[in-house]
């Protein structure tokens, strides 16, 4: 019965690639008309369409690969790595153009490698694809969100405050303190997803984890434990992710302007009143 109704849930027929295509065009469409990007241009459209291709394209290839990579341990490890990596790249990129992007590797890897490794030293997650996959897959992934909005917000803040910074150089504060003052609070704002998924659940949204369990046959209460460990295990994640972005950032190691040498990590300390 629970085969049944996964399989009626969302039916793969061309009614649902109808479906995907209508709504992947409304998102671009939208975005074009009312120009939802930082510039005000219409590039957002172009990067919703592109995503949704790639999406597409990645999902296909996974589906054929993941069978294979279940069954052979070196196979599931190296597709573990492919995901951090490309998860690195796109949360350095989304934070700064310059080289510093691939310091974006240190708040996804602090907090994900030992949970995923706690997790399998347990024995609460066995070192098998189809449960490292995707238990390793959802923190990467919170672990992404995290980065990428407290790296924005924390750089963004950073620039629009310069004048703040400088004073408190001037203060006698040194360059890290200085930075640290500024970007935490903004950045802070990157556990709100997270936090407001985890007071929500069960009242506003049956996550994937949760409604994927009762599809496969588990019980509710089963369910609702495997959900509320992943929550809450997101919330560790994503708390990790966020402090050792705003730490990089504080440290001058991401940023997306050369800092000046009066104000890089480690420079002496500018008199009081320069």
Do not use: C, K, Y
């Not at 120009?35 to 995503?51: K, M, N, Q, T, Y």
Request: glycine residues 10%.
């Amino acid at each position: 019965m629970p085969v049944l109704a996964a399989q009626t849930l969302l039916p793969v027929t061309a009614t649902l690639g109808a479906a995907l295509l209508v709504l992947l065009v409304a998102a671009a469409a939208t975005a074009a008309v009312f120009r939802l990007a930082p510039d005000g241009s219409r590039g957002r459209a172009r990067e919703i369409a592109v995503a949704g291709v790639r999406a597409t394209a990645q999902l296909a290839a996974v589906s054929l690969l993941i069978g294979w990579v279940v069954r052979h341990v070196p196979a599931l490890f190296a597709f573990l790595l492919l995901m951090f990596a490309v998860a690195t790249r796109t949360a350095g990129r989304r934070i700064t153009p310059n080289g510093t992007w691939w310091w974006a590797a240190v708040p996804l890897a602090a907090p994900v490698v030992p949970v995923v490794a706690a997790l399998t030293l347990t024995g609460l997650v066995p070192v098998r694809g189809i449960a490292m996959i995707p238990v390793t897959g959802i923190l990467i992934g919170g672990a992404l969100t995290a980065t990428v909005l407290a790296g924005r917000r924390a750089l963004d803040e950073l620039r629009a405050r310069h004048g703040e910074f400088e004073a408190g150089l001037a203060l006698g504060l040194l360059p890290h303190d200085a930075r640290l003052e500024l970007v935490r609070p903004a950045a802070s704002d990157a556990l709100l997803p997270g936090l407001d998924q985890t007071r929500t659940v069960g009242l506003v949204t049956l996550p994937g984890a949760f409604v994927g369990m009762l599809l496969g046959g588990a019980s509710p209460v089963q369910a609702g434990a495997v959900q509320l460990f992943v929550l809450v295990a997101l919330m560790a994640v994503q708390a990790i992710a966020t402090a050792v972005t705003v730490e990089l950032v504080a440290r001058g190691r991401l940023h997306r302007e050369e800092p000046p040498e009066a104000t890089a990590p480690g420079s002496p300390r500018p008199a009081a009143g320069a």
